[in-house]
């Protein structure tokens, strides 16, 4: 069984800096992108940013200049540095990643149960 468990989240002031740290565990073969996702109160889910294996990133509009990516393939983590963060950064944040368990399986998405992300003014 799968499982991606994410931790970092908290609470921080306007201009602040927060890094997420998303670990995979569980029967994996290979995990081709990760990514982080986020969803405000009433409003649907978002990317944030996503990270191939090779290193390759993609970042909402709204992140860029400000957050960063990273990942850990032998260690099967996935990071997000956030700075200068904004009160409109608020929500709960999930890692993503795309999964095969087994060589000949085929890629599933997995989701993280999501950490807090509230950024004051």
């Known amino acids: 069984q799968v499982q991606l468990v994410e931790s970092g989240g908290g609470l921080v002031q306007a201009g602040g800096s927060l890094r997420l740290s998303c670990a995979a565990s569980?029967?994996?073969?290979?995990?081709?992108?990760m990514g982080w996702y986020r969803q405000a109160p009433g409003k649907q889910r978002e990317l944030v940013a996503t990270i191939t294996s090779g290193g390759s990133s993609n970042y909402a509009d709204s992140v860029k200049g400000r957050f960063t990516i990273s990942r850990d393939n032998a260690n099967k983590l996935v990071y997000l540095q956030m700075n200068s963060l904004k009160p409109e950064d608020t929500a709960v944040y999930y890692c993503?990643?795309?999964?095969?368990?087994?060589?000949?399986?085929?890629?599933?998405?997995?989701w993280g149960q999501g950490t807090q992300v509230t950024v004051s003014s």
């Open positions: 569980g029967i994996i073969f290979s995990i081709n992108v």
């Open positions: 993503n990643a795309d999964i095969r368990t087994t060589y000949i399986s085929t890629w599933f998405e997995y």
